[in-house]
């Protein structure tokens, strides 16, 4: 089976992105894996895939894979590719696009100079939703990792999160403490690891480890669940911009029980075509 697909970018976090609306498309997690293999493969941090809605009121529903072959709820950088690829395929002449996903939905504005606008939805805190192993809601999590005590604020995007704060991201141990909590017993689907220096109360520097496809250059889910953390803490205003690997990305949180808003840019890098 022949297959057209576009490469696409939010910030460096890379996708291959299909349209299944008007091809036919199988893909099991063994595909997946061995499309985002970068040596023999086309090479991605996620796949999404382009599906008609389930529901009238919604435009259209895309799907999420990681690298590693696993389907998940929700892509901050994925939801903005997203947007930018169904306009500039001609799917959709709307500015203002409804997509289902595993999750729900998510609500993205498509602005000038490629800059999209997602409303991510409202975060979830209580541990047993994230999902996180806990007696009860906390801000801080003191978590253990081979003898070494972790304080970590969990946050549910749809997809789950644990974020600590460190006092330089470019000496924390991403490599090592990343899988280790990635896959720690306490988070029973795994979790996405974001470790935050503060760099102002409107700015922070970010790198995250991402379930099922290691660390990222940016992960925009993950740039959300940090400004949770870090407003629960007292730390950060509403409005924050989140330093990451591959840019920057403007994040608004008014406060529990609201939405948050991501602004950001997605970029278009080739079409190809692929036997599967
Ligand atoms: N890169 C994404 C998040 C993709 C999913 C994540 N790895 C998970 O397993 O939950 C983003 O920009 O949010």
């Known amino acids: 089976m022949l297959v057209r697909f576009t490469k696409m970018h939010g910030l460096g976090n890379d996708f291959m992105v299909i349209d299944a609306l008007s091809q036919r498309v199988r893909l099991t997690p063994k595909i997946v894996r061995k499309l985002a293999d970068r040596h023999t493969g086309i090479g991605f941090d996620q796949l999404l895939l382009v599906e008609p809605p389930s529901r009238p009121d919604m435009d259209f529903r895309y799907r999420i894979y990681n690298a590693d072959g696993s389907e998940v709820e929700h892509c901050g ?73 972790i304080e970590l604020s969990v946050v549910s995007m749809g997809n789950p999160h644990g974020v600590l704060l460190v006092d330089d991201v470019d000496t924390a141990a991403v490599e090592t403490l990343g899988p280790a909590l990635e896959a720690h017993p306490r988070f029973p689907k795994k979790a996405n690891i974001g470790f935050m220096q503060v760099i102002n109360r409107g700015e922070i520097r970010l790198r995250v480890y991402e ?16 400004v949770v953390a870090g407003r629960l803490r007292g730390l950060l205003d509403e409005e924050v911009l989140v330093h990451l690997p591959g840019g920057e990305l403007r994040i608004r949180w008014p406060g529990e029980g609201s939405s948050l808003r991501m602004t950001g840019p997605a970029a278009t890098v080739y079409e190809g075509q692929i036997y599967l």
């Open 77 to 149: 950088n994925g939801a903005r590719c997203f947007g930018r690829f169904v306009r500039e395929r001609r799917l959709t002449v709307k500015d203002e696009i409804h997509v289902e996903t595993a999750r729900g939905q998510a609500i993205l504005y498509l602005l000038p100079d490629r800059q999209v606008d997602v409303d991510m939805g409202v975060p979830e805190l209580r541990p047993a939703e994230v999902p996180f192993s806990a007696e009860q809601q906390a801000v801080v999590y003191p978590v253990e990792v081979d003898g070494e005590t």
């Open 211 to 226: 379930r099922g496809a290691g660390e990222t250059l940016a992960c925009g889910t993950g740039a959300c669940a940090a």
